[in-house]
Structures are given as structure tokens and as C-alpha cells.
């Protein structure tokens, strides 16, 4: 059984930042893509950043520049660095990772249970 567990969210006022954790804990597993989705109240949960399993990078439009994502592939952990925040990202943010699990052997999603992030104005 494979779990993400996220850490790092918060409070944090207009303009500051914040640095959001998801590290994948278990046996026998290999991890390709990782990214983070946030979801607002009453919206649809919506892709952030996105990295693949050799570093490469995609952001949504309203996070290019102000969001960067990484991953420590020996520590199994997904990073997102969020600089200038603003209102508008105010969402519980989860994380995603595309595993492989061996015993047994099946490849899909696994969530994180995600962390609330609230900026204020």
C-alpha cells in the first residue's frame, strides 16, 4: 500500500510564500509523474504544476512565474514553491503521483489527502 502524505500548507498574507511537501511512503513502488491540483470552493479541482519522472516542468498559466515545482526522486517527495501568492490561491491543494506498485503488480493514481492554503488579502 502506498500513501502520499502532504505537509506545508497555511495562512499566509498577499505577496508571501509557501513551500508544500508530498512524500510517497511504502514497498516495492516506482513513482513517474508527480504534479499538484488545487481545488476552491465550489470549482472543479485544477491542475497546477506537473513534472514528469525525468524533470520535466509544466504550470498553469496563473502560477508560471510564481510556482516552481520539484522532485527528490531518492527521497520519493514532490516539492511546490509558491512566491507572490495571492488571494485567488486560496484552495486545498493535493497532490498526485502516477505509481507503479510490484507486490502486487497494478499502475494508477494515488492521491494525497490534501492542505489547505489561504492567503489573505
Known amino acids: 500500500q502506498v500513501q502520499l502524505v502532504e505537509s506545508g500548507g497555511g495562512l499566509v498574507q498577499a505577496g508571501g510564500s509557501l513551500r508544500l511537501s508530498c512524500a510517497a511512503s511504502?514497498?516495492?513502488?516506482?513513482?513517474?509523474?508527480m504534479g499538484w491540483y488545487r481545488q476552491a470552493p465550489g470549482k472543479q479541482r485544477d491542475l497546477v504544476a506537473h513534472?514528469?519522472?525525468?524533470?520535466?516542468?509544466n504550470y498553469a498559466d496563473s502560477v508560471k512565474g510564481r510556482f516552481t515545482i520539484s522532485r527528490d526522486n531518492a527521497k520519493d517527495t514532490v516539492y511546490l514553491q509558491m512566491n507572490s501568492l495571492k488571494p485567488e490561491d486560496t484552495a486545498v491543494y493535493y497532490c498526485?503521483?502516477?505509481?507503479?506498485?510490484?507486490?502486487?503488480?497494478?499502475?494508477?493514481?494515488?492521491w494525497g489527502q490534501g492542505t489547505q492554503v489561504t492567503v489573505s488579502s
Open positions: 498526485n503521483a502516477q505509481i507503479t506498485t510490484y507486490r502486487p503488480y497494478r499502475m494508477g493514481d494515488y
Open positions: 513534472i514528469t519522472a525525468g524533470g520535466s516542468t
Open positions: 511504502g514497498n516495492s513502488f516506482s513513482i513517474n509523474a
